[in-house]
C-alpha cells in the first residue's frame, strides 16, 4: 500500500479495471489475417473496438497488414474530422513538486533544475505574449504541489481569461494538474476550464511502482487512475487520457489507454475527450531507461491503431516529436498539436531561440514558431483551426458524437475553422502566411455547396477581414 491518504474519498465506481494478466493474455500470439481484415472493416464504419479487437491489430506484423491498418486510419481520420487540426499552446504555471517520479526533470530530488511558479503579473504577461502570436487555445501545466490547489488553479484560469489585447482573448483554457477530490474538480470546473487531462503514464502496476515512489502522492495508483471518475461525477464532461511510451511495453500500454476509454464509456456514456501518447524524452537532471524505447516505426503504428480503436476520441501530438515525423503522422491519426510550444517557466517572455534545459520538464523537440507551423499545416492540404465554438454551446461530453453526424465537418466544423483561420491571417499572420491561407479558404468554400450556411460563411469571413468584428462562429 502507498503512505499516501486520499483526502476525501475515490469515486462511485473506483475499480482497478487494468487486469494485466487478460491484456498480456489478449497480445500473445499472432493475427490472423481475415481477422485482422474483419476489424478494419468494422473500424471504417466508425464503431470503437474492443480490447480483443485493438490487441489483434496490435499483433498484425505482415507490412501489408500494417499498410491497411495506415489506409484505413487515413480515411476514418477525414470522415470523422475532415482535414482539420486543432492548435493550441502549454503554459506551465509551476514546477514545484513533492513527487519524484524517475523520468521527470521537475521531480523533488531533482537539483539540477529551477524552481518556479509564475505569479499573476507573470502569467498575464505570458498570455500576452501568447495572444500576440495568435493563440486562442491553452493548456495550464501545475506540479504537484500543496501550493497548487484546486483554489490555486482556478484562480489561475479567470487570470488566463481576464488577459484582453486588441481583438483577442483566451478561449478555452484546458488543464493538466494532479489528482483532486470532488470538491477540488468541481472548484475548477466553476472556473470555467474545459478539458482537464491527466496522465496514468503507465498502466502497468510494477513499472508504475518502480518509476513513482511509494512515499510520494503519486505513489498511488488506484488515485490517480480513478481520478476521471472524479472528475466526471463533480461535472468536468471533458476529460483527457494519455500514456507516457517508452516506460513499459508499448502494446500492453495502447490497451491500457484503450481499456481506460471504455470504462469511462461504460459508467457516464461517455469516454475521454482526447488521448495522448507522448515518448520519452530528455530532461535535465534525468537518465533515461531505454528498455522500452518506442521506435519511429512503432510509434506510427499505435497513433493508427488508436485512431481506429477510439474513432471520436481526439489525439493529441505534442511538441516533444520534431517537425518531419509530426507532419507524417498528421495524416492517419492526428487532430490537434501544440504548436509555438515553449514550456520554461516564463518561457514565451524570457526565453530566446535555444532551449532552457534547466527550467523545463523535458525537451522538445520542435521549437517552430506558431507562424511556420500553421503555414506549413496550410501547404499540406490543412485548415489550422483554432475554433472553441462546439464546448460554448454546449456540444461536449456525450454530444461530442454529434462529430459523427453527417454533415456535422460541414455546417459546423470547417466553417468555424475557416473564421478563426481568417481571424490569424489577418491578425497575425506574416505575408507569406496570409497569401497560403487566404488561397486555401478559397479552395475550402469552393468545396461547399451552395445555400444559406455558405453564403452566411462568406459574410463572416468578409466581415473579419474588413473589420474589427471577431469571434464569429457557428
Known sequence: MSSFTPPRRLSETAADFIDEALLHGLLQGSAEPGRVREIIAKSRSKEALSLDETACLLKAELPDLIEEIFDAARSLKRDVYGNRIVLFAPLYIGSECTNDCAYCAFRRSNRDVQRRTLSPDEIREQVQALLDRGHKRLILVFGEHPSY??????????????????????????????????????????????????????????????????STRKGDYLWRLDALSRAM????????????FGLYDWKFEVLGLVAHALFLQSQYGVGPHTI???RLRPAAGVRLDER???????????????????????????????????????EFGVSQIDAGSRIELGGYTEAGDAQVLDREQFALGDLRPLDEVLRQLIVDGYIPSFCTACYRLGRTGEHFMEYAIPGFIQQFCTPN?????????????????????????????????????????IERLNRIRETDQRDLYF
Do not use: W
Open 417 to 457: 475553422a475557416l473564421t478563426t483561420l481568417m481571424e490569424y491571417l489577418v491578425d497575425y499572420g506574416s505575408q507569406e502566411t496570409y497569401e497560403a491561407g487566404m488561397g486555401l479558404i478559397r479552395s475550402e468554400l469552393d468545396k461547399l455547396p451552395d445555400g444559406p450556411r455558405k453564403a452566411a460563411l
Open 233 to 244: 461525477e463533480a461535472g468536468c464532461d471533458d476529460v483527457g487520457i494519455g500514456a507516457l
Open 292 to 330: 522500452h524505447r518506442v521506435a519511429d516505426a512503432d510509434f506510427k503504428r499505435l497513433i493508427a491503431i488508436l485512431r481506429l480503436a477510439v474513432p471520436y476520441t481526439g489525439l493529441i501530438l505534442t511538441a516533444r516529436e520534431p517537425p518531419e515525423l509530426r507532419r507524417e503522422v498528421m
Open 276 to 278: 495522448s501518447f507522448p
Open 149 to 214: 490547489s484546486a483554489n490555486f488553479i482556478a484562480d489561475c484560469v479567470r487570470a488566463v481569461y481576464a488577459v484582453r489585447r486588441p481583438k483577442a482573448s483566451i478561449r478555452r483554457v484546458n488543464i493538466n494538474a494532479a489528482p483532486m477530490d470532488h470538491e477540488g474538480f468541481a472548484a475548477i470546473k466553476a472556473a470555467g476550464i474545459g478539458t482537464y487531462q491527466i496522465f496514468q503514464e503507465t498502466y502497468h502496476h510494477e513499472t508504475y511502482a518502480r518509476v513513482h515512489p511509494r
